[in-house]
């Protein structure tokens, strides 16, 4: 079967491979009928998450049909319609049972204190092989799959695997109340769900922050106010927009891969600034630098905290904080000073799929969101790399890209 494999920094690759085959008695093997590449892949390609193993199959959003299942996977049929949870939890263990599914004890083969388990990801998220492929195997299947409605398509089902639980996810953290003001920093695929989730949990105004001018327009779309960084001073445009207040709470939905303003003068950086995000890099993302050339071709971010201090210095005081974006462990930049002296909340992590995604699938069955207006492009497997490139490169209109087999 074909499927995009990773193997090395700067190095993807559409191969064929072996199909995958039940071997564990909550295995469910599907066919993929629908993948998608996200910004957590890029991080993956670009080295800016370190430690992913050779020959591992990326991609960790997707649904299908069910082809085979073991002997405890007691809840589906052979045939039936699923969408495959980002992350993979066991269900029976005291995390799973209390909705912390991405923070199971048993699903990471590193151990209980390993933390996320997920598709497609590094060796230390377990190293399973992902979904962007023709066939996949899913562990815990009987946990992790939900059936997609009869009423919902595939292209909405595909966005409830990872990325509009995950905006979801970052609006629950966030502690949003009816006509709480929102600042969403990243407007990419992720950022767009925060949006929409955020106003689905009754917040009165949501501020949106990217340099990218079509992913701003779909942040307007969507209902935000939006700010372009790249064009005037974040801070001061989210104060006066905010009465001199600030937002009550504040989204990150940009991680590692963050860049700070290069264009307009009047928001350019001191060269002590800039110094200070290079050394950031050197420690947060050392594979980046000991592969600069394979990694510079895919674009990554120069300003790993930017997305943070921004985030820190425009909420109001004693507001909160939820970071989504995705940083690894070896990111060590916050600006807890500022964040104490605010008594702000932080609160992070990596979406609990499974918790959101049966209530997301009834919104969407009711049809009141429309997910799928999301995806930009619907690409066969076959031209993954080029659509690998085209994301990281952020082409204008290339936000969110199907993989179809
Ligand atoms: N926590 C989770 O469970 C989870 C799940 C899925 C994705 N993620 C993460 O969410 C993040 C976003 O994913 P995506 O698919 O939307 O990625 P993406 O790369 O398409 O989007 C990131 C956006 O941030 C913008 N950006 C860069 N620097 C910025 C800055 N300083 N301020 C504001 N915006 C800035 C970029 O222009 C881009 O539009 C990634 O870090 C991804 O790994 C986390
Ligand atoms: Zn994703
Ligand atoms: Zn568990």
Redesign the pocket.
């Known amino acids: 079967m074909k499927a995009v494999v990773y193997h090395d920094i700067g190095d993807i690759r559409l191969e064929d491979v072996p199909e995958p085959k039940i071997e564990d008695s909550n295995d469910a093997v599907v066919r993929i009928t629908g993948s998608a590449i ?3 892949d ?2 993956m390609v670009r080295g800016t ?1 370190p430690g992913m193993e050779p020959g591992t199959i990326l991609g960790h959003e997707g649904v299908g049909i069910v082809e085979d299942k073991g002997r405890n996977v007691r809840n589906f049929d052979v045939g039936d319609r699923v969408v495959i949870g ?2 993979i939890g066991c269900g029976y263990c005291s995390y799973c049972r209390a909705g912390y599914f ?1 923070q199971c004890d048993n699903a990471n083969p590193n151990g209980p204190q390993a933390g996320t388990a997920f598709f497609g990801g590094p060796k230390a998220t377990g190293s399973f092989h992902g979904l962007q492929a023709e066939m996949a195997r899913v562990p815990f299947a009987n946990v992790g799959m939900v059936k997609i409605a009869d009423s919902v398509t595939d292209e909405q089902a595909l966005m409830l695997s ?2 509009f639980p ?1 905006g979801y ?2 609006a629950d953290l966030a502690h949003i109340h009816p006509g709480s003001t929102v600042s969403v ?8 769900f925060a949006i929409i989730s955020s106003l689905l949990m009754g917040a009165g105004r949501v501020l949106a ?4 001018d079509s ?1 701003l327009q779909k942040a307007r779309e969507n209902g935000a106010e939006t700010i372009n ?1 790249e064009e005037e001073d ?1 801070v001061e445009a989210i104060q006066e927009l905010t009465g001199g207040i600030g937002t009550d709470r504040a989204i990150d ?8 303003p290069h264009s307009a003068p009047a928001v350019a950086l001191s060269p002590q600034e800039i110094e200070e995000f290079d050394l950031e890099l050197q420690w947060a993302a050392p594979e980046l630098l000991s592969h600069k050339d394979q990694a510079q071709r895919w674009q990554p ?1 120069d ?1 790993p905290s ?2 943070l201090q ?1 985030a820190v210095q425009s909420v109001a005081k004693r507001g909160s904080i939820a970071v ?3 940083y690894p462990e070896s990111m060590r930049f916050f600006p807890l000073g500022k964040a104490m002296m605010k008594n702000l909340t932080i609160r992070s ?3 609990n799929h499974r918790k959101y995604i049966p209530t997301l699938m009834q919104i969407v069955s009711a049809g009141s969101i429309k997910p799928e207006r999301v995806i930009t492009q619907q690409q066969p497997i076959v031209s993954a790399i080029d659509a690998y490139r085209m ?1 990281a490169e ?1 082409k204008a209109g290339w ?2 890209i199907e993989l179809r087999p």
């Open positions: 996200c910004g957590t890029l991080h998450m980002s992350t991405s990872d990325i995950t996810f970052g920093f990243g407007c990419g695929p992720v950022g767009q922050v990217d340099c990218i992913r960084f974040v939905a940009v991680g590692i891969d963050a860049i700070h971010g300003a930017q997305a921004w989504i974006g995705v992590g990596n979406c994301f952020k936000m969110k």
